[in-house]
């Protein structure tokens, strides 16, 4: 497995491959995370969501979490409305990002 990803992270055209059949299931609700960092802080100032009904575009709309200063309150106060708002929207499927989101 690990010579595999090594050898296709060299490729020239890398092409992306399953080693076994994914199924993931169905859901009425997706929540799509999109998350903000400032790197040369180390902090962490947006939890930010696509929420989509339906797989259907037309439903989607966007929920941001921000912290409001650069204290570590205010980031795990970010963090914590966040978490709040995937447990209230169960269930669902969640993922990384659909797309570049607002900021």
């Not at 010579?3 to 060299?10: E, G, P, S, Y």
């Not at 970010?78 to 797309?99: G, H, L, S, V």
Request: hydrophobic share 35%.
């Amino acid at each position: 497995m690990f010579k595999a990803r090594d050898d296709l992270v060299k490729s020239q055209n890398p092409e992306l491959y399953l080693t076994e059949v994914v199924e993931l299931p169905d859901s009425e609700r997706e929540l799509f995370f999109d998350i903000k960092v400032d790197p040369m802080q180390n902090f962490c100032y947006l939890h930010g969501f696509v929420e989509r009904s339906n797989s259907d575009n037309n439903t989607e709309k966007y929920q941001a979490f921000y912290a409001v200063d650069l204290s570590p309150e205010a980031e795990e106060k970010a963090f914590e409305d966040a978490w709040q708002y995937i447990f209230k929207n169960q269930p669902c499927m969640f993922t990384w990002q659909k797309q570049n989101l607002p900021s």
